[in-house]
């Protein structure tokens, strides 16, 4: 399947994924692509990480709630007549994902309650690296199966390596999986030899120290009981895999100008590429590139008369504009490179700097309606 713009990944995908490194602006472009396919008349679920403020503010986003959030139709539409498309937006809470995930997996309420009530369980889900990454995956793949929702766009996490999302249900399982947990674990004697069980005493005596004698025999419970739930993960990660490898899913690399984040962007899409994953497109994000007709200020002088105050203020004016048409050329430049490098099918397309209109919806829409004019 071929897209010449963003326009039609929106018409047709069933899932977006924003990448891209931290700052480059994924949760704004995860925003502003949710609005115009809303607009466009899909049925669109924006599921974002940690939005700037003045962004959850223009979306009318409550600090985190347990459901997504419906952009009211009369601030969608502001602006037009009223379309058949809705927008839902939902934070996500990386705990309240993973307690969800405990109560669907577990086999039954009670242990699922027992588990989740467990002052272990708070402990481990802090510690276990990935859970925001986590629980992005694992929330999109309860959305997934939502028929409410015709386009799901994914922002992903600030993480320090922008791939730490695609690994994070794999590295949950494999950390799990690993023997450092079955240390803490119900000792078994089938299990490991002589040392391995020298481990686990050891273990068992730190435990003992750190949590009381007692409290450590509750923690080898919990993660016995725990323990059982892997095999849920591990399927329904390998489901989230095939959804996000298939044609329905598209992954847009959001970067800025700045060489720092085009590097990182190009290492991703390698990445992607080599996963087999449906690599899409760029997104250059606040860039001049679109701006192909910034004004001569020479032009002025004809307007004003010989007062050397105007020539002066106009002298200024243009090396200031000459300074800006530079950038904006540079910035088409880089475009036109991205666009050299990308596969058949996928789009590169600027973003403008959308500066303070962003703190109002009507920014969000305008700067969806430059990443994919209808
Ligand atoms: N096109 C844009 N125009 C103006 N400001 C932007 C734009 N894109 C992002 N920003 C701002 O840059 C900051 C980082 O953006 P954000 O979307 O949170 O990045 P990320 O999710 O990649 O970390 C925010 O303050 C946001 O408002
Ligand atoms: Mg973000």
């Known amino acids: 399947m071929s897209a010449r713009s963003l326009h039609q990944l929106l018409r047709d995908k069933r899932v977006l994924v924003l990448c891209g490194a931290g700052g480059v ?3 704004t472009t995860a925003a502003a692509l949710g609005v115009a396919a809303a607009r466009a008349g899909r049925r669109v679920l924006v599921l974002t990480i940690d939005p700037a403020r003045r962004l959850a503010e223009a979306m009318g986003l409550p600090e985190s709630g347990p459901e997504p959030t419906t952009v009211p139709p009369e601030r969608l539409f502001a602006d037009g007549p009223r379309g058949t498309g809705r927008l839902d937006v939902w934070m ?59 386009l799901i766009v994914l922002d992903t996490p600030p993480s320090r390596h922008a791939l730490d999302f695609l690994d994070a249900p794999g590295r949950l399982s494999r950390f799990l999986d690993e023997r450092v947990v ?31 004698a007692g409290h450590a025999r509750e923690m080898r419970t919990f993660v016995g009981a725990f323990s059982g739930l892997f095999g849920g993960i591990r399927l329904h990660t390998e489901r ?8 329905d899913a598209a992954f847009l690399l959001v970067t800025s100008p700045e060489s720092a984040a085009l590097r990182e962007a190009a290492f991703f899409r390698d990445t992607l590429v080599e996963r087999g994953l449906p690599f899409a497109g760029y997104v250059l994000n606040r860039s001049w590139a679109r701006e192909d007709a910034l004004a001569h200020p020479e032009a002025l002088l004809e307007h004003v008369s010989d007062d050397p105050h105007a020539e002066h203020g106009v002298a200024a004016l243009s090396r200031l504009a000459a300074t800006e048409r530079a950038r904006a050329e540079s910035h088409r430049t880089l475009l036109v490179r991205l666009a050299e490098q990308l596969p058949t099918g996928a789009v590169a397309v600027a973003a403008p700097d959308a500066g303070a209109e962003l703190e109002e919806f009507g920014g969000l829409v305008r700067l969806g309606d430059a990443l994919a004019p209808g």
Do not use: N
């Open 240 to 247: 989230l895999r095939a959804r996000l490898a298939s044609p």
């Open 92 to 150: 996500l809470d990386p705990r309240l994902v993973f307690d969800r995930m405990i109560h669907r997996l577990a086999p039954s309420p009670e242990a699922a309650r027992a588990i989740v009530e467990h002052r272990v369980y708070r402990f481990l889900s802090d510690l276990v690296a990935g859970v925001q990454e986590y629980a992005a995956t694992e929330a999109l793949d309860g959305f997934l199966a939502d028929e409410r929702y015709e």
């Open 25 to 27: 602006g994924k949760t």
């Open 182 to 212: 079955s240390l803490f674990g119900p000792e078994s004697s089938s299990r490991g030899g002589r040392l391995w069980q020298g481990a686990q005493a050891l273990v068992g005596r730190v435990l003992d120290g750190v949590f009381g």
